[in-house]
């Protein structure tokens, strides 16, 4: 049973680029989270996707945008990249009620 | 003030010792707790759920008080394994999971 799989795992890019994260979520989970964690913080809520929609977002510009596909998995674009946007970027799945997440791994990004 | 605070260490122990760490949360509507754990440069994976009524997972102790609104981990008998970032989550009726900033413990040998 696979878990939650991010890709790429590290990503290098020039600020102004933008920029596409991918996730599959855990089988037999149907809602994808984002999180941006930079180093020595706590993951931050990004947006969170349910039934191919947005259903909620954390205090992101709308550079950060995402989009959810019939299978559930997900994509985190982030546009006109800023230095600042460096960080650990988090997917989660989870399928309601009150249980934890399932995160993925991760994709590090670093914007130079 | 911070949806979820906790004292970020680091917490240097010997092994075999007895660690507690605490994490208050503002928002009294919070509905479910959990720890997550995170070691350097991975992902954080759940360690426990924390109910009403205090559970133990083995060496682990997780305690809510909704009335202080603060939520609790003890580690007893520490292994160097247990050296981590401990993350304190909450979550409220229907929305995402909010997550402190952590707390780091070294467990030395």
């Known amino acids: 049973d696979a878990g939650v799989t991010q890709s790429p795992t590290h990503l290098i890019k020039t600020r102004g680029q933008q920029v596409t994260l991918r996730c599959s979520p855990k089988s037999g989970h149907d809602t994808v989270s984002w999180y941006q964690q930079a180093l020595g913080q706590g993951p931050q809520f990004i947006f969170q996707y349910y039934e191919e929609e947005e259903r909620q977002r954390g205090n992101f510009p709308d550079r950060f945008s995402g989009h959810q596909f019939p299978n559930y998995s997900s994509e985190l674009n982030v546009n006109a990249l800023l230095l600042g946007d460096s960080a650990l970027y988090l997917c989660?799945?989870?399928?309601?009620?009150?249980?934890?997440?399932?995160f993925g791994s991760g994709t590090r990004l670093t914007v130079v | 003030r911070k949806e979820v605070e906790q004292d970020p260490g680091p917490f240097n122990v010997p092994e075999g010792a007895t660690v507690a760490f605490n994490c208050t949360y503002s928002n009294s509507a919070s509905q479910s707790f959990f720890w997550y754990r995170q070691d350097c440069r991975k992902e954080p994976k759940l360690l426990m759920s924390?109910?009403?009524s205090g559970n133990e997972d083995g060496r682990f102790t997780a305690q809510l008080n909704r009335a202080s609104q603060y939520i609790s981990l003890l580690i007893r008998d520490s292994k160097l394994s247990d050296s981590a970032t401990y993350l304190c989550?909450?979550?409220?009726?229907?929305?995402?999971?909010?997550f402190g900033p952590g707390t780091r413990l070294s467990v030395l040998p």
């Open positions: 989660a799945s989870s399928s309601g009620g009150d249980y934890g997440y399932t």
């Open positions: 924390v109910y009403s």
């Open positions: 989550v909450l979550r409220n009726y229907g929305q995402n999971f909010v």
